[in-house]
């Protein structure tokens, strides 16, 4: 069963909290009443559960088991399967909400240009804007901000563990995968 969190003082209050464990290492998931808010590869804050109605509760584990299932099929070279994961944008400013809607439309195993994708979020001018919205990310994967790379093609930054070499492991697993 998940476990109730603190909310982070930037989010409507996070009601569920799920362990997950990859290929590339386990980490939690933070979840509110309207989808995943954070991924955290250190353990939030606990606290006891309750406070929430049993029909909610029973929506959040579902939320949580769907998304271990999620998880499991990116791994096997499922990618669209990333997708079908509701995200809580509370906090987004509306570039960020563009910015990751274009993100989320990038492909699998294929990169696309932070200037680019600042032209498909309707803003070709920030690609420094897009760059603080892919490091500010919350949930990477999900918004896979490991498919936008520096304009010459150079992997730059990664937040997750191991850095540009988690990036480079997601990419040249998604490639792997991917049929011509």
């Known amino acids: 069963m998940p476990k109730t969190a603190k909310p982070p003082a930037d989010s409507a209050a996070i009601l569920a909290a799920g362990y ?18 954070r991924i955290e590869w250190n353990a939030p804050q606990q606290v006891a559960m309750g406070g929430i109605d049993p029909q909610a509760e029973k929506r959040l584990e579902e939320r949580v088991a769907h998304f271990d299932t999620v998880l499991n099929a990116y791994f096997a070279g ?3 399967a990333l997708n079908t994961v509701e995200i ?19 492909p699998a195993g294929q990169t696309l240009s932070y200037g680019a994708l ?7 001018a920030a690609a420094r804007a897009v760059g603080q919205a892919m490091a500010t990310n919350r949930v990477m994967w999900i918004i ?8 010459s093609g150079r992997l730059h930054h990664y937040g997750g563990p191991g850095g540009v ?4 492991w997601l990419l040249d697993h998604e490639r792997a995968k991917v049929q011509p």
């Not at 600042?118 to 070709?124: D, F, K, L, N, T």
Request: aromatic share 16%.
């Open 88 to 106: 809580d944008p509370v906090g987004w400013t509306p570039f960020y909400r563009e910015v990751y809607r274009a993100c989320r439309a990038i």
């Open 118 to 124: 600042a032209e498909r979020a309707g803003r070709p």
């Open 165 to 168: 070499t988690m990036k480079r």
């Open 144 to 151: 896979p901000c490991h498919r936008v790379v520096a304009s």
């Open 78 to 80: 499922q990618f669209d």
């Open 20 to 37: 997950h464990t990859t290929p590339l290492g386990s980490f939690w998931s933070q979840w509110t009443a309207q989808g995943l808010f």
